[in-house]
């Protein structure tokens, strides 16, 4: 998976602890650091290191190792529905936030894929597709908000804000959850496409 190193190359583990939320604190970005793991809850004796040489820390009490692309995963949450780290989310994200090329997925065509096979089935979408199908939705309007200028995106927080709420509330389990998540992701366009005029 190329892309995948590329990543694991060119985004700075440091970049990400200081983002994520919460950030991670360290020392130091030049020789290895000790750092408290951000994953085992209280960690009041610092048990994990960072190496810069490999762009990856290792926590010495979860007898774990990450690197830039399992600890964007992990950081945020991201899992598949079988529990192992969401990379493929990860890698879109991090494609974005750091404007890095991603030839080997085409996410928009596996969007309109997934959308056309749902929107035409005959039988019931279960709500792990459900869930998959609201996750492209979204991706799309994260895609879509990252291609605005950063200044006209700053401008744009409170009405981003106020759309991932409603975009939470939508009850996925309802009679009504595709016209509600397509009432959203019209309402999220015109957001976007407002600021870009």
């Known amino acids: 998976m190329q892309i995948y190193d590329e ?9 990400l602890f200081e983002i994520a939320d ?3 604190t ?8 000790q750092i408290s793991c ?8 610092p048990s994990a290191r960072v190496y810069p040489d490999t762009n990856s820390f290792r926590c010495f009490t979860c007898s774990k190792s990450w690197n830039a692309v399992t600890f964007w995963a992990e950081a945020n949450d991201w899992f598949t529905g079988t529990g192992t780290l969401d990379i493929g989310r990860a890698i879109q994200d991090l494609c974005l936030r750091f404007n890095i090329s991603d030839h080997t997925f085409d996410w928009e065509r596996k969007f309109h894929a997934l ?3 749902l929107t ?3 039988k019931e979408v279960s709500l792990e597709e459900r869930y998959k199908l609201s996750s492209y939705y979204s991706w799309n309007v994260s895609k879509l908000i990252h291609n605005i200028e950063d200044e006209d995106r700053k401008a744009l927080y ?6 991932w709420d409603d975009f939470v509330s939508i009850d996925l389990s309802t009679s009504t959850w595709q016209e509600d998540l397509t009432s959203w992701y019209q309402s999220a366009k015109v957001i976007v496409d407002a600021e870009k005029l």
Do not use: M, W
């Open 115 to 117: 959308k056309v096979e």
């Open 7 to 15: 990543l694991k190359e060119q985004v700075s583990i440091y970049d």
């Open 158 to 163: 409170p009405s981003v804000l106020a759309l």
């Open 120 to 122: 035409n089935s005959e």
């Open 26 to 33: 360290f020392l130091t970005r030049v020789k290895p650091c």
């Open 22 to 24: 919460p950030p991670t």
């Open 38 to 45: 951000p994953f085992h809850g209280q960690d009041t004796h």
